[in-house]
């Protein structure tokens, strides 16, 4: 599997190691009155689709970059790679 | 006066193996630089005064005294002679204050020379970069006999540089003398 970095260009997967549902990004807020069943979603209850799915890479022999990749976990098609880092800005975070 | 020389990681003493010479470096002061939240654009500033130019994606600026290289997403390392700059670090925080994180990495690396005929042969048993299709000032961040190592091509064309943990100076060591005596 070829994982196109957005910045370094193609790269072995073997380069990357996998980190999860890219559904870690959006950690819900602490303060919340409901924060203890939120928190309780967010670290144990996954989706587990047979399809495409948005997932964390972390580039570990490479740049070190976090990065967003959609796949087909049936096919390990990628249609798309971006910084996790951009991901969290377009949503408000890490400014 | 005694007549003192620091440290190295690992003394070892310079090899030619076949057509490969492997040397350790001991004279390169290293310091990394990232730039914090909203500090990249006076990290960018600071970098093109010391380096004459910003490293740009899998690049190195080769450039005197201080050069440097590209290592992430606005982070830089940044290197120069250590019996001129062994402070590097005191001096790149001075410039750069609050717009940068930096830190001494004399400490953390071990720096190796492999140069000669045979280079682009030992380096694909070592690692799975394209060494062939790199130029000079390129640079990338691999895995050798486990052990996330950065490779940068240098001028010559024989010449690469190799940065490695240091307190795995020897396995590496060890990694490089086995791939230069199976070319050779």
Known sequence: ?????????????????????????????PNDTDAAA?????????????GWHRELWFHEAGDRSWLVVTRNTLTHEISKVELARDVARAQGRSK | MHDLTPTPALGAA????????????TGVALASVAARN?????CAKVLKDVLGAVPDVGRT???DPE????????????????????DIADQLKAKLGNAASVTEQSGAWVVFDVIGERMPDMCEI?????????????VRRTMIHQLGCFVIRRAAD???????????????????????????
């Open chain 1, 1 to 29: 599997m070829i994982i196109d970095h957005p910045l370094l260009g193609p790269r072995d997967s073997a380069e990357f190691t996998y980190m999860g549902d890219a559904r870690l990004i959006d950690r819900p807020n």
């Open chain 1, 38 to 50: 939120t928190f309780f979603d967010y670290a144990y209850l996954r989706d587990n689709p047979a």
């Open chain 2, 14 to 25: 310079t090899q030619t193996i076949g057509t490969v010479t492997i040397a350790e470096n």
């Open chain 2, 38 to 42: 909203g500090g990249t654009e006076a």
């Open chain 2, 61 to 63: 600026v080769l450039h």
């Open chain 2, 67 to 86: 050069a440097g290289f590209w290592m992430g997403p606005d982070q830089w390392m940044i290197g120069a002679p250590m019996n001129t700059h062994e």
């Open chain 2, 126 to 138: 070592l690692c799975n970069i394209p060494i062939r299709k790199m130029v000079a000032g390129d």
């Open chain 2, 158 to 184: 024989d010449h690469i540089r190799i940065l490695g943990p240091r307190a795995s100076a020897q396995s590496l060591h060890h990694a490089l003398i086995t791939a230069a005596t199976s070319v050779a």
